[in-house]
């Protein structure tokens, strides 16, 4: 076979399988398929991070990566702050599950999705910690994710998921820039203020109270606990309310 037959054997079947492409694309019958070159790809615009609750990295990466468990996540980072990419940030890795946060119900089309490899009950590693930290800096930049938009799993599961454990340092996150954080002294919340209405202006999904005022402290305060509201919940809501409140403000007076 001459180079110039197979060179327009080679040009038909790529025009052949964009024709397929094109004839295989989803639309409504009787919708008249014109595409337009005037679009651009979906950016996240949360960050979700997790942790596997494994003791070592390579069971982690193997469920991951395991097609019949139907579980992923963009980013896999071990305790000694090995990093390893296992979904395109263009696409939709399935690692938030059913979700609800400020209203949105599908966190995994809108979000990138780190895994901490730890078991739950142990700190996190410091090489682990300034891996994430470096990671987020670059993720957040490129794609202009908030600061406030850095989640746990719990917070937008809060009845299924309690990761990161109370042990994830949010706090030293919060001063390199990433997450909402209220520093003390915290100052009192003013009279009448509704804690229940906070939450929800945060983003909690209230359905469930007890797993959502668990989440809150876990992020926040470092307990487990679902009891009703003491004063310093309500004194820290308002002040993380107060904050966020202020971030949207100073986000959208960006050029």
């Known amino acids: 076979m001459s180079r110039a037959l197979a060179a327009r054997i080679f040009c038909a079947a790529l025009f052949f399988l964009l024709l397929s492409g094109c004839a295989g694309l989803s639309a409504p019958e009787g919708v008249r398929w014109q595409a337009s070159p005037n679009f651009d790809e ?3 615009n949360f960050i979700i991070l997790h942790q596997t609750t494994n003791a070592a990295l390579e069971p982690a990466l193997r469920t991951l990566t395991d097609p019949q468990r139907k579980v992923s996540a963009h980013y896999l980072i071990g305790r000694d702050g090995t990093l390893i990419q296992l979904v395109d940030e263009k696409q939709r890795a399935w690692h938030a599950g059913q979700s609800w ?20 009950d142990e700190p996190f590693a410091e090489p682990q910690i300034l891996r994430l930290l470096d990671l987020l800096t670059e993720l957040r930049e490129r794609h202009k994710i908030p600061a406030t938009n850095v989640l746990a799993h719990g917070d937008v599961a809060p009845r299924r998921k309690v990761d990161p454990s109370h042990l994830f340092p949010w706090e030293r996150l919060a001063r390199a820039g990433h997450g909402l954080w209220c520093f003390s002294p915290v100052a009192a919340a003013p009279l009448g203020f509704d804690p229940t209405l906070a939450m929800q202006a945060l983003g909690y999904d209230l359905s469930d109270e007890i797993a959502a005022r668990r989440a809150f402290r876990r992020h926040f305060l470092a307990e487990e606990n679902g009891e009703p509201w003491r004063r310093v919940d309500i004194d820290l809501l308002a002040c993380l309310l107060a904050r966020k409140v202020h971030s949207a403000d100073a986000s959208r007076d960006l050029p």
């Open 101 to 120: 946060w400020g209203g949105l119900t599908d966190l995994n089309s809108a979000s990138i999705g780190i895994e901490l490899d730890n078991t739950g």
């Open 42 to 44: 979906r950016r996240p």
